[in-house]
């Protein structure tokens, strides 16, 4: 390396460490030199690239550490179009889920993405979005690992009976002609957390523990991003052909669950998924339902 790049010895090791110091991890070998070992997995745009499809349309901006993926993704969308860019970071400090909850975001073992999405078509076909990027994030993950997770409506990814991955989409409006010009898709997958906080000890999981499974997390975020650039066409929002697969991946289909909306529940039974991945439910009073927000519980009678 020093004979090919024309600089000396000390100069190659003092570079070597310092990649080390990133955290890359690097085999050396008296007289044969350095390998960057496969396991070595510091998230970076070079990283990315060689697994994206060669189509890919964005930007990907990579952080260490920022509060929140989405609020960046707005940030950066507010300087440009950036349609199909995505903002990926190696931890959050304050990373978010539904109904403003926190999002459990450590250093080092999760992958936290937002994708940037500007809609050029018809509003009303974007509100599959969420169901789409759940299909997607199940999709890559089985293309890596063979691992087959499940979907608790409308947005959980489940696997092993603890949840692995949470999907915060939101949007923005032009309050002129009330058309969506901003959508910002935010993931968050935990790859191998292992030390989740007391209240969630029992209801967190990740990929790695639960299989003891190598995932590389530039890999995990090139393969997500493939399947949402297929998925999240008007063309595929508007045939919808993907509801069928949610529907097979659903975990709470012919499940008894508590509704939660606003401050209100109530208990129902679950029969299916609609066309437009609103779940269908018979209430105790015999009157069915499709919800097309809420949230849903299964802990109640599990």
Known sequence: MAFNFNVSRAAVNKAVNSLREEGHLIESVTKKGYRLLSESDVLSVEGILPYLRDDYRGNI????????????????????NEDGSVIVANGQTKGRGRQNRSFYSPKDTGVYMSYILRPQDDANIYNVVTVAACIAVCRAIYKLTGIECGIKWVNDIFLNGKKICGILTEGSFDLENGRINLVIIGIGINVSTKDFPEDLEAVAGSISNSNDVFVSRNRLVAEVLNELQSLITPESLKEKKFIQEYREMSIVVGRDVEILVGENRKKAHVIDIDDNGGLVVRCEDGKVESLNYGEISLRWNS
Request: proline letters at 0%.
């Open 61 to 80: 901006y990579v952080f260490d550490t920022v509060e929140s993926t989405n609020k960046t993704a707005k940030e950066i969308a507010m300087e440009g």
